[in-house]
């Protein structure tokens, strides 16, 4: 019996550009046409929202402090795609970091991007 070759795509771009939405459309589509395929998230600042903050950043309310611990409340959480292997949950996440260091996003994201350089062959092996 023969092999179907396993193909791969990276998807990289700025904030808003729609990568997310993307890898969840292909993801959708090539299920659909029966092929197995996973999402891998190597990217510390794509974390899951709540389903809450995610309605809030599509509408682009003023931030309250009501509507802060209300995001806080809800645990229903999005999560566009299936992932095979997602770099937030399981090594490091850019919210973390900040809380941890003090850092502000762009010290976060050199901060995670260093730690995965670091850390690569235990990240791999996983």
Same mark, same amino acid.
């Given at each position: 019996?023969?092999?179907?070759?396993? &193909?791969?795509?990276?998807?990289?771009?700025? =904030?808003?550009?729609?990568?997310?939405?993307?890898?969840?459309?292909?993801?959708? &589509?090539?299920?659909?046409?029966?092929?197995?395929?996973?999402?891998? $998230?190597?990217?510390?600042? $794509?974390?899951?929202?709540?389903?809450?903050?995610?309605?809030?950043?599509?509408?682009?309310?003023?931030?309250?402090?009501?509507?802060?611990?209300?995001?806080?409340?809800?645990?229903?959480?999005?999560? =566009?795609?299936?992932?095979?292997?997602?770099?937030?949950?399981?090594?490091? $996440?850019?919210?973390?970091? @900040?809380? %941890?260091?003090?850092?502000? =996003?762009?010290?976060?994201? @050199?901060?995670? @991007?260093? &730690?995965? %350089?670091?850390?690569?062959?235990?990240?791999?092996?996983?």
């Amino acid at each position: 019996p023969s092999r179907r070759p396993i &193909y791969g795509q990276v998807v990289v771009g700025p =904030p808003g550009s729609g990568k997310t939405t993307y890898a969840n459309g292909m993801q959708q &589509y090539l299920r659909l046409l029966g092929r197995n395929a996973w999402v891998i $998230n190597l990217d510390p600042a $794509n974390e899951r929202i709540t389903q809450q903050q995610h309605e809030l950043r599509r509408a682009r309310p003023k931030k309250t402090k009501e509507s802060e611990n209300e995001q806080k409340k809800d645990d229903n959480v999005i999560l =566009p795609y299936e992932t095979l292997f997602n770099v937030c949950e399981e090594v490091v $996440n850019i919210t973390s970091v @900040m809380k %941890e260091t003090g850092l502000g =996003p762009n010290g976060g994201l @050199m901060y995670c @991007m260093e &730690y995965l %350089e670091t850390h690569v062959q235990d990240i791999v092996t996983r």
